[in-house]
């Protein structure tokens, strides 16, 4: 799929969500043994998205219902998206990132209820 510079600027943005969701309550999932065969992958789920991550691969797939998007990387080659279907999954998965991002941080409530409330203005 060929994409705008922003398009794929939004892409990798989104990308980078997904693995940093996945890497907080992502958990591992095997696929195919039934079929004589293992695939690792990584799954998380929020609310009406799941997030697949493919090791093997280096692609991400995003469902709500039905695909909305899809990446793949590679080192040498840079990314390809796939599919990308806009839509409020975007919002829910940036928030979801931030609030686990936030949540993750060390450090004293006071400084936390600081941080997310009292941000400094011109006049301080």
């Known amino acids: ?38 695939h690792y992958t990584k799954q998380a789920k929020l609310n009406d998205l799941t997030i697949l991550y493919s090791r093997r691969r280096h692609l991400i797939d995003i469902w709500q219902g039905e695909k909305v998007f899809s990446i793949t990387w590679i080192a040498a080659g840079g990314p390809n998206v796939r599919a990308f279907r806009s839509g409020n999954w975007e919002l829910c998965l940036l928030n ?25 203005t011109e006049d301080d």
Do not use: F, H
């Open 1 to 38: 799929m060929k994409v705008s510079i922003a398009r794929l600027e939004r892409a990798l943005q989104l990308r980078d969500a997904a693995v940093r969701v996945l890497n907080q309550i992502g958990y591992d999932v095997i696929a195919g043994p039934e079929r004589g065969y293992c």
């Open 96 to 120: 979801t990132d931030a609030e686990l991002t936030w949540t993750s941080v060390k450090c004293s409530p006071e400084l936390k209820r600081w941080l997310r409330v009292g941000s400094l």
